[in-house]
């Protein structure tokens, strides 16, 4: 029962008795005492202090939260777009090195078995420069 609660800021030593104690008392503190420290006691004392806001405020602040909101949303939606587009390009070229790879390796298999350098270029689409450098 709340209105039992008489401990003062010193006498504060559980978590219960700094909930208690802020719950009973809120609507009389200026502010956080350093007894009552704790990100859960922080975001406390921020919604309280948000509750405090006139009216003109609040609706300020309101619609700060919404274009902050809605930046975050295009933000992530272009973060996400642009991840997608990486990895899109990032295959594409992933294959296309390995189409060239696989082409070298035609090539040189080619080479091994003494076909002429024109039927290599015909097989492999390599040009005859390439073909030369892999001798």
Same mark, same amino acid.
């Given at each position: 029962?709340? @209105?039992?609660?008489? %401990? +003062?800021?010193? &006498?504060? *030593?559980? =978590?219960?008795?700094?909930?208690?104690?802020?719950?009973? =008392?809120? #609507?009389?503190?200026? #502010?956080?005492? @350093?007894?009552?420290?704790?990100?859960?006691?922080?975001?406390?004392? *921020?919604?309280?202090?948000?509750?405090?806001? %006139? +009216? /003109?405020?609040? +609706?300020? $602040?309101? *619609? #700060?939260?919404?274009? $902050?909101?809605?930046?975050? &949303?295009?933000?992530?939606?272009?973060?996400? &777009?642009?991840?997608?587009?990486?990895?899109?390009?990032?295959?594409?070229?992933?294959? !296309? !090195?390995?189409?060239?790879?696989?082409?070298?390796?035609?090539?040189?298999?080619?080479?091994?078995? #003494?076909?002429?350098?024109? /039927?290599?270029?015909?097989? /492999?689409?390599?040009?005859?420069?390439?073909? =030369?450098?892999?001798?």
């Amino acid at each position: 029962e709340l @209105p039992k609660f008489r %401990k +003062e800021v010193a &006498e504060l *030593k559980t =978590n219960m008795d700094r909930w208690l104690f802020c719950l009973k =008392n809120l #609507s009389k503190l200026d #502010s956080r005492p @350093p007894e009552v420290q704790g990100k859960i006691f922080e975001m406390l004392f *921020k919604a309280a202090e948000i509750q405090q806001l %006139k +009216e /003109t405020e609040m +609706e300020k $602040y309101r *619609k #700060s939260i919404l274009e $902050y909101n809605d930046v975050r &949303e295009v933000a992530d939606f272009a973060k996400e &777009e642009g991840l997608l587009e990486g990895l899109e390009r990032g295959h594409a070229e992933g294959l !296309e !090195e390995g189409i060239e790879k696989e082409k070298i390796t035609i090539a040189r298999n080619c080479l091994k078995e #003494s076909l002429p350098v024109e /039927t290599i270029q015909k097989i /492999t689409g390599l040009t005859i420069e390439q073909i =030369n450098a892999l001798k």
